[in-house]
């Protein structure tokens, strides 16, 4: 999670903790997702559960993290700052890790960010772009390939254990390995014949 002076953004500095998979986040995220479907409506292209949450058997942070999808930001621009109860717009989040080696265009990794500082993490990005898709190929290729998923649990657990509270080290090593993931995502899409299914929400 980017700010604009491209360092990582510490809500709170707190234990950075990996729990085994929860049935109950995809219930969290159902009841969420139908209040977020509720206030913005047809503006909302996709209201998608994305992250580990969103993978079955795949350990977690107890995060649920969702992307909403709309035509342009400028959209969402106008949306409350407190979109639903103690989920606020976090106003210095505004771009996406960058990938190695994929197209640094700004438009493309562009976003806007609402949290509850704790358990809710709520990403905006627009329709086509490689941030849109990257969430959604790298769920679905999980929730796919168990190997893949274990692993990346076993390395998210690792992580933990060695960064404690220090969510700049995580990601340092995390988003690079997740890139990784995402190069055999790609050729599983190509495969496959990949594409989103409906929304979530």
């Not at 953004?9 to 986040?25: C, N």
């Not at 969103?54 to 709309?70: C, F, M, R, S, Y």
């Not at 993490?121 to 796919?144: C, I, M, S, T």
Request: glycine content about 8%; hydrophobic content about 45%.
């Amino acid at each position: 999670m980017t700010t604009e002076n491209g360092a990582v953004d510490k809500e709170r500095r707190r234990p950075l903790t990996i729990l085994d998979h929860d049935d109950g986040w995809a219930l969290a995220f159902a009841t969420i997702g139908a209040a977020l479907r509720d206030r913005l409506g047809q503006p909302a292209l996709r209201i998608d559960h994305i992250g580990s949450t969103a993978v079955a058997g795949l350990a977690a942070k107890d995060v649920i993290d969702i992307q909403v999808t709309v035509a342009h930001l400028d959209v969402a621009r106008g949306w409350p700052h407190e979109i639903l109860p103690d989920l606020i717009r976090r106003q210095h989040v505004i771009v996406d890790h960058l990938p190695l080696r994929l197209p640094s265009d700004a438009g493309e990794w562009a976003k806007l960010y609402w949290s509850n500082g704790s358990s809710i993490h709520l990403h905006v990005r627009e329709q086509g772009r490689l941030n849109q898709r990257y969430p959604l190929l790298f769920r679905d290729y999980l929730r796919a390939d168990p190997v893949a998923a274990g692993a990346y649990g076993l390395l998210k657990r690792a992580l933990a254990d060695v960064a404690l509270d220090d969510s700049d080290i995580y990601y340092a090593v995390k988003d690079p390995a997740c890139d990784l993931i995402l190069a055999g995502a790609e050729h599983w899409a190509m495969r496959t014949g990949w594409i989103p299914g409906p929304s979530d929400a």
